[in-house]
């Protein structure tokens, strides 16, 4: 039998999955992939990269991130904008923990728990959740990161 909690289970299976579709993107220097879930249910996915209709290339020549690339937990929220979903209450399942812009959208989105399995360099994210009262939870996975 399992010492990981059926929650813990749980959370570490949208991780791996978050991890493996992190693989569809088109970045170079970071893979981030993210999935949001509402009642056991996948309501949106996401994965950094360019906006709809742009050239799959997310760093420039001189292999910096273009400033137009989206983040994975922005493209899940917006994607999710675009249904008859509600993120009001989910879980966002992430493989990088999210920078602040990115933090904004995920309170104004009614997501209340951030479930990621690598902190950010930069902590401003974490610690604006937190302020907001949306629970954080950093699972190591031996998942390597996303990259080719």
């Not at 970045?27 to 906006?51: Q, W």
């Not at 989910?90 to 728990?113: D, F, H, N, V």
């Not at 959740?129 to 998942?143: G, K, P, Q, Y």
Request: charge should be neutral; glycine fraction near 6%; hydrophobic fraction near 35%.
């Amino acid at each position: 039998m399992s010492s990981l909690s059926k929650q813990e289970l749980i959370d570490r299976r949208y991780l791996r999955m978050a991890h493996i579709w992190a693989e569809n993107s088109y970045c170079i220097r970071r893979k981030v992939g993210a999935l949001i879930v509402k009642d056991k249910m996948i309501i949106s996915d996401g994965y950094n990269g360019t906006p709809t209709g742009f050239e799959n290339v997310c760093e420039d020549a001189e292999g910096n991130t273009k400033p137009y690339v989206l983040h994975a937990e922005a493209n899940a929220i917006t994607k999710v904008a675009k249904t008859n979903q509600s993120s009001e209450g989910a879980t966002l399942y992430i493989t990088a923990s999210p920078c602040i812009e990115c933090a904004k959208l995920i309170i104004q989105a009614g997501i209340r728990r951030v479930v990621y399995s690598e902190p950010y360099r930069i902590e401003d994210g974490l610690n604006l959740l937190r302020r907001a009262n949306i629970e954080t939870c950093l699972i190591e996975t031996d998942h390597p990161p996303a990259s080719e």
